[in-house]
């Protein structure tokens, strides 16, 4: 029997799953992340501790599969995107925590970026390119803006604001991490036993980072022009079927791992590997993973998708030359909204809010905004602000429970509806994951509103699934996308109810209402 060690490190926790060849959960282990806040708007995770948590989840789920480290056959990986740090990876000096994609310092630079000469200028030049070509790609360029999400801006920051940071650039000792290069790296170096280790980074990674030209397929050397930031600062930029990831170096995990090399067969981003884990292979086929925010992601095929409306193209995936695109949609908070109903007493556990919306036949005329971090596409109003309006008398904590969790619909869809105006392809079936996809009411509300069946998969894992069916699909395991069809294995189909289709978008209007009352707030 085969098995494969499937590392997922997220925004909120650090996890290893141990599967076999028939993708059966062997064993699981799972950590939280230590976020922390040190300012408003700042979102950091310490490296080091990271590290150990890293470690020791991979150390924990063979062990508790009751494997020696040998047995594992190859280990496949997921992270989230757009986090990264810049350290001499040469001496171990981190010039500042990893900078996670929640993170707002940037908040003042992209405003002055989207408002500057050198933006305005841009989006000239490619409107009058537009008229000249008639291509959307131009069209596109016309309306880009810089977004806190992104990683330029908050590397800007860090170059223009950081003492050690900027010392350390006149003596060309730094480099910038994506947080997959540095896992890589750690695996792979022993820990930077081996600081000669090639610095490289999954395409899919670099493709959201907003330095990287999805066009093109290599790091956008607009950015430079736009921003200053070397090229050669940014890892390599390696496809899905790169075969040189070579093996975890076994310093770090005690004497069972000594003279054990499990290969690492392969790296992705974590949205892209929930894209994977959904089976979502076709043109047209489409997944929303809920979970700390929300992703939506449309398979495009072989064309990148410019899009005018704040949708992102991004890569889906690239095997040898050919490459398949997504264009995706963000609402970044969701998972976030529902734990800070818990923190306020709204419920003791997230898992009553079902319950508590279905309580109630409506919100008794309230609304959330759910904005933390502002609204992405089609509102595109990061100065948006959060907040309940309608609230009277007769309003009880049930209706507040219940517009939470109607907000945090509308804005997916809303992002439906964008990516079906955007590409022009109907979509058919919507594949969620995530956490908050366990619940029902939110699933029977998204496929209500918007129309489509909602098909939520048993195992809500699917960015562990992705990384496994990645490293599986490398190693020689299985030999196609065809290959994996025989693991997927449906919860529930969601079906929408057409009745309530009517009231619902009634609702949604008064719902958009409320967002132009709490927007450009801040």
């Known amino acids: 029997m085969s098995y494969i060690a499937a590392l997922d490190v997220g925004t909120t926790t650090v996890r290893c799953f141990v599967l076999n060849e028939k993708c059966e959960i062997k064993s699981c282990s799972v950590e939280q992340v230590q976020l922390l806040n040190p300012k408003a708007g700042y979102f950091e995770i310490e490296p080091e501790g990271l590290w150990q948590q890293i470690v020791r989840v991979i150390q924990n789920a063979v062990k508790d599969a009751a494997l020696e480290p040998s047995q594992i056959s190859c280990l496949g990986i997921s992270s989230q995107r757009c986090t990264f740090l810049t350290w001499n990876h040469k001496t171990q000096e981190y010039f500042h925590n990893f900078i996670t994609w929640k993170d707002l310092r940037s908040d003042t630079l992209v405003d002055e970026f989207n408002n500057s000469v050198a933006m305005k200028t841009l989006n000239n030049c490619a409107y009058a390119l537009y008229l000249l070509t008639r291509s959307n790609r131009f069209l596109a360029g016309s309306v880009l803006k810089m977004m806190n999400g992104q990683v330029t801006l908050r590397l800007l920051y860090e170059i223009q604001n ?38 490289i980074s999954d395409v899919t990674s670099c493709t959201a980072t907003g330095l990287f030209d999805p066009f093109q397929l290599q790091w956008s050397p607009m950015m430079k022009m736009l921003t200053g930031i070397e090229v050669s600062l940014l890892p390599k930029i390696v496809n899905n079927s790169y075969k040189d990831y070579g093996c975890i170096d ?28 959904s089976q979502c292979f076709k043109k047209g086929d489409v997944k929303i993973t809920m979970g700390t925010g929300a992703f939506l992601d449309l398979i495009t095929g072989d064309k990148c998708h410019a899009s005018l409306k704040g949708m992102y193209p991004l890569v889906a995936w690239q095997y040898a030359k050919e490459t398949t695109f997504c264009v995706e949609g963000a609402a970044h908070d969701m998972g976030t909204i529902i734990a800070w109903g818990q923190s306020c007493g709204l419920y003791a556990n997230p898992s009553e809010t079902e319950a508590m919306a279905e309580a109630v036949e409506d919100t008794n005329g309230v609304y959330f905004v759910p904005a933390f971090s502002g609204l992405g596409a089609p509102i595109n109003d990061h100065k948006a602000a959060s907040g309940f309006i309608g609230i009277t008398p007769s309003t009880q904590k049930e209706h507040l429970v219940r517009a939470l969790l109607e907000s945090i619909v509308f804005r997916l869809v809303k992002l439906v509806e964008t990516a079906e105006e955007e590409t022009k392809q109907q979509l058919k079936i919507l594949r969620v994951d995530g956490g908050v996809s366990r619940n029902n009411f939110v699933c029977q509300f998204l496929a209500n509103a918007t129309g489509i069946c909602v098909e939520r998969a048993r195992n809500a894992e699917s960015s562990i699934m992705g990384a496994a069916y990645a ?23 969601f079906e929408p109810q057409a009745q309530k289709y009517n009231e619902i978008r009634d609702r949604l209007n008064v719902w958009l209402k409320a967002v132009e009352r709490f927007g450009h707030w801040y």
């Open 471 to 493: 490293a599986g699909l490398n190693s020689g395991m299985w030999n196609s996308f065809q290959d994996l069809a025989q693991f997927r294995d449906v919860d529930r189909c």
């Open 162 to 199: 950081n003492t050690r940071l900027k010392e350390a650039l006149k003596r060309k000792c730094v480099r910038v991490e994506l947080l997959d290069s540095w896992i890589l790296y750690k695996l792979r170096s022993g820990n930077g036993k081996n600081p000669q280790v090639e610095h």
């Open 250 to 277: 076994p310093e770090d995990f005690g004497p069972q791992w000594k003279d054990c090399r499990i290969p690492i067969t392969s790296s992705i981003s974590d949205q892209c590997a929930a894209i994977f884990g």
